[in-house]
């Protein structure tokens, strides 16, 4: 027993691998009563003048450390803002990636904002000393939490059968894979939104009426614009929303806010599937195959896959839902994990101008027949264009020898903004005004393709009087009214139309299947699929110049035919979704280290290493690419972690003697483009 009368066991807020455990820590008599588990303290760390911070995970009454504990330094915050269940999910989810537990708590809390806190602590104690009721206690909110829990709220909440059989069955545990709705819904208020925001906030209400909290996690602001106003239409109280562009006390204030004993509704980005929940009834994620939702930043988790962890963990219900499914989610829906609901989803019905080419004898980017499409459907509403790519030409060769123009600076691929202006390279930003050609020294370029600008230049010569609008990345719009309109935009800048588009046009779709990427098939259906889902009722898609399986399979709604296809190739070729993938990269004798622990270990293969490409100003290295099944996952973590912490203890020695740090072990799993050209 040591000293003081207490033992707390700390996680330090540090990004080495290496300190990735807990550390125990003797509580101090003076802390005593108030330390918590969840609650942020500083500690010393190495000696008693440096110190760190660090969440509490919990409370023992001895140390199985033989030496003298230190004590801990100071209580930060009382508030305890690391839950349990968030401590073992950010735990589950950084083994499970080979990663660090402090790299995910720095997604799931938010930095402190001390003005915040004491304002909201303030309005609690103001609360409390105004109610009869005393504050409950650890043991009181222990025992309330695991409590049946009450219907709490079901005001303007009028279920079908199937909406409350789907709640009763997500807060039972159950897992549903949801085909959304094609088309438009209007909200009490006279806004317009995608039907599936409408159906999602009804189903997130409905797990709230019987007491639970629901999260959801959806790829970009416009997503949680629309499902916030379908929720505020519903008259949902307590709605959370976890959103980058929010400020950091606002931020704060909603996170301290979610912290308390009453179920609620949290929506936001891929952060979201990390936020404390009351009573987590269920998790939802919209559209997961949208790339939006993989975390940039180490270990790189992608919503889905902490979403699956949490659900497990807390027994709580799950849903995919998307216009379309990603092969992750087709998988789990074959092998039986996720089951699917008794319905037909409505869908925008899908032309294929492809098979009419020949008869229509219309060469050229736009066929004959998408332009009488486009006239018809002018005549009633505005008219959605979607393009591959931005500005006035994707591409540029050199006009003597055609090799493609490429930047002087990094060899990326130059695009061009207007017809006569310089060429801007994608990679590096830098303008080519001195451009000549690697091969040949000719210094004049022939502008191919048509991007975004050049569109709305055809579409403006060909429909004089005609309103013609352009959303992209550097001009966003989120909505049109519903009058008359050419709206030409890039693959996911499309706005959303009040009513639902007249008609929608997608060209380019042969060019966005050259994409040298595994998944560009899924990619492409997922972008065809949710600007189709933008029309009206009754309205047409056309779909210009792609035939094929694929082509196939988005006009007739048999998308998941198409991907049991592809998933049954990708199983033959072992490629992920059917098996797990990690990619080690570094210096080669620390990536040869690194993969020869995987040796003996069955159902597991190793691609190279073989040479990548060096960021500028850092030094060259190989990746080895390791393929293993799912039930080698856990296995393979734990020894590649290991591997990872043994580098990064002794290049910290190493710099710590002066020498250099460069080449170091990085790991990254379930990389959706490792296999991307």
Sequence with gaps: MTAGGGV????????????????????????????????????????????????VIDLVAASDFGGELHEITDLVSTVPMLTPQVAALARAVADRAGGSANDILRLAIPARQVRVEKKYLAARAAAEAAS??????????????TAEPEPTWDAALDLNEPERELAELL????????????????????????????????????????????????????DLDQLADALDGLGVPEVFRVDSRQSNAERYERFLRSLEPAPHIIVGNRSAVYAPAYRLGAIMVWDDGDPLLAEPLSPYVHARDAALVRAQQEEAGLVFAGHTRSAETQRLLDIGYLREPAQTPARTRVVLSAQ????????????????????????????????????????????????????????????FRSQHGPGVCRWCGTAATRWRCGFCQHERVQLRGAGATRTVEQFERQFPGVRVMLSDGDTPITQVDARPALIV??????????????????????????????????????????????????????????????????????????????????????????????????????VRAAVAKLEGLGGVDVLGPSPVAAAPGEPAGVRAIVRFDYPQGAEVASRLRGALVADAAGSASRARRGGNRAGSLRLRFDDRGVFDA
């Excluded at 990004?15 to 969840?38: K, S």
């Excluded at 009869?132 to 939490?145: H, I, K, N, Q, V």
């Excluded at 549903?176 to 909200?187: D, E, K, N, T």
Aim: overall charge neutral.
């Design 171 to 222: 807060v039972s545990g159950g897992r549903v894979a949801i085909r959304a709705s094609h088309g438009p819904a209007q909200l009490p208020n006279g806004e317009w939104v995608g039907r599936w925001a409408a159906d999602l906030a009804r189903s997130a209400a409905a797990v709230l009426a019987t007491g639970h909290s629901c999260i959801v996690a959806l790829p970009d602001y416009r």
């Design 489 to 590: 935009a890039t693959r996911g800048a499309e706005p959303r139309a009040a009513g639902g588009y007249a008609g929608v046009l997608l060209l380019d779709g042969e060019r966005m299947l050259a994409a040298e990427t595994l998944r560009v098939g899924e990619d492409c259906l997922r972008w065809w699929e949710n600007a189709a889902a933008l029309a009206r009722p009754q309205a047409s898609c056309l779909l210009a110049g792609v035939a094929g399986p694929i082509g196939q399979a988005f006009a007739t709604g048999r998308l998941e035919d198409w991907l049991r296809e592809e998933l049954a190739l990708r199983r033959e070729l072992r490629y992920p979704p059917a098996v797990r993938v990690a990619a080690v990269t570094g210096a080669e004798p620390v």
């Design 8 to 55: 707390a066991r700390v996680l330090l807020d540090s990004a080495l691998p290496q300190l990735d455990h807990l550390f125990d820590y003797r509580v101090p008599e003076a802390l005593l009563g108030e330390i918590r588990p969840g609650q942020r303290v500083r500690v010393p760390f190495r000696s008693q003048q440096r110190n760190a911070f660090g969440y």
């Design 356 to 415: 009419t080419q020949q008869r229509d004898q219309a060469p050229g980017r736009i066929p004959e027949m998408a332009i009488r499409m486009v006239r018809e459907a002018l005549a009633t509403g505005p008219v959605l264009v979607q393009v591959a790519a931005p500005g006035y030409a994707p591409v540029a060769v050199c006009e003597r020898c055609h090799e493609r123009a490429v930047c002087g600076a990094c060899a990326g691929p130059l695009a």
């Design 132 to 145: 009869d009721d005393p504050a409950p206690g650890p043991a009181e909110e222990a025992a309330e939490a």
